[in-house]
C-alpha cells in the first residue's frame, strides 16, 4: 500500500477511535457505537504483514465489542482495548503516535490561585 494511502487509513482509524471516545465521554453510546462498528467493519490489511495482523485482528475485536455493547461502560473499555491494540502496532513498527509529544506538557502554574 502506498505510503500517502495508509497514512489515510490510519488518521481515518484514528478519527473514528476518538469520535467514539468523545461519545462515550458525552453519553452517547448510540453513536459511539456507529463508530466501533465502522472500526470494526474495516479490517483491510494495510499492509502491516505478520508483525501488525495481530494488532489489527486485536483491534477489530475491539471495535467489534464496542459496537455491541449495551452500556457506556462496556463500550469504554472496547475503546481502552482498541487503544492498546493501536498503540501496540505504533510501538512494534516504531512509529510516533498521533499527539504525543516527546516531553509532556508544561505543568507550571497549575493549581497555583491567583
Known amino acids: 500500500m502506498p505510503p500517502e494511502v495508509l ?3 490510519m488518521s481515518e482509524h484514528n478519527g473514528r477511535a476518538s ?4 461519545e462515550v465521554i458525552m453519553g452517547d453510546l448510540p453513536n459511539a457505537k456507529t463508530q466501533l462498528a465502522w472500526l470494526a467493519e474495516h479490517r483491510e490489511p494495510l499492509g502491516v504483514g505478520a508483525v501488525g495482523a ?3 485482528t486485536a483491534l477489530a475485536d475491539a471495535s467489534q465489542a464496542g459496537a455491541s455493547a449495551s452500556s457506556l461502560t462496556e463500550a469504554g473499555t472496547a475503546i481502552g482495548r482498541t487503544t492498546v491494540a493501536c498503540s501496540g502496532c ?3 513498527f516504531q512509529v510516533r503516535l ?3 509529544t ?3 506538557p508544561s505543568t507550571e502554574g497549575h493549581g497555583k490561585r491567583s
Open 19 to 22: 469520535a467514539a471516545r468523545d
Open 102 to 104: 516527546a516531553s509532556p
Open 7 to 9: 497514512r489515510w487509513h
Open 98 to 100: 498521533p499527539g504525543i
Open 54 to 56: 495481530p494488532f489489527l
Open 90 to 92: 505504533h510501538s512494534a
